[in-house]
């Protein structure tokens, strides 16, 4: 009886707690072979913005280039709520180790890619203070407007790691209003 009580303790501590599991990052990230067009397929993430517009936000297209020092230039467009298209450039600061970035003027204080084939998609984790509460994201990359079944299925396998569930994840409808709007 008693283990049954300490085994039912100790599952409901590992279940309930907050304590993300430490996920390794992509082995040998490769700047180059992150760089270039990105659409961003889907998301998980406990923003409480994000989850008030999961449902209605259309698919972001991102363009990454490397740069000489390490860092990432990252362009994104994406259609906002009243039919514009938003563009934000942004340059990801490289971390401490390869595949680990942070843009602090956006409080993005940890964007790491998890897991990439460079080809096909990317799995990013992107840790974010706001209003002085921890929060993260988890996106899809994928090099075409298509979800790419072995990416979803990584995405999925992590999510619980990053203590997310499916109810804070959304895939993206597909948009072509702002394909032209990345390259101005």
Same mark, same amino acid.
Do not use: T, W
């Given at each position: 009886m008693m283990k049954a009580v300490l085994l039912g303790c100790l599952l409901g501590l590992l279940w309930g707690s907050p304590v993300q599991? @430490?996920?390794?990052? !992509?082995a040998n990230f490769d700047n180059s072979k992150f760089q270039g067009l990105w659409y961003i397929v889907a998301a998980a993430s406990d @923003? =409480? @913005?994000?989850?008030?517009?999961?449902? %209605?936000?259309k698919m972001p297209i991102t363009f990454v280039t490397s740069l000489a020092n390490g860092?990432? $230039?990252v362009k994104t467009v994406y259609p906002g709520p009243d039919g514009r298209c938003q563009k934000i450039d942004a340059t990801f600061t490289k971390g401490a180790v390869p595949?680990?970035?942070? %843009?602090?003027g956006m409080g993005q204080e940890d964007i790491s890619v998890l897991n990439s084939d460079y080809?096909?998609?990317?799995?990013l984790r992107i840790k974010m203070n706001k209003g002085g509460v921890q929060?993260?994201?988890?996106?899809l990359y994928c090099r075409s407007p298509e979800l790419f #079944? /072995?990416?979803? !299925?990584r995405m999925q396998m992590l999510a619980p790691k990053? %203590?997310? %569930?499916? $109810? !804070?994840?959304?895939?993206?409808?597909? $948009?072509? /209003?702002? =394909?032209? #709007?990345l390259t101005k």
């Open positions: 599991a @430490d996920i390794p990052l !992509q @923003d =409480n @913005d994000f989850l008030a517009m999961k449902d %209605n936000m860092d990432l $230039s595949g680990q970035f942070s %843009n602090p080809k096909h998609y990317a799995i929060r993260v994201m988890m996106q #079944a /072995e990416g979803a !299925q990053l %203590n997310l %569930n499916p $109810s !804070q994840g959304a895939i993206f409808a597909k $948009s072509d /209003e702002c =394909n032209k #709007a």
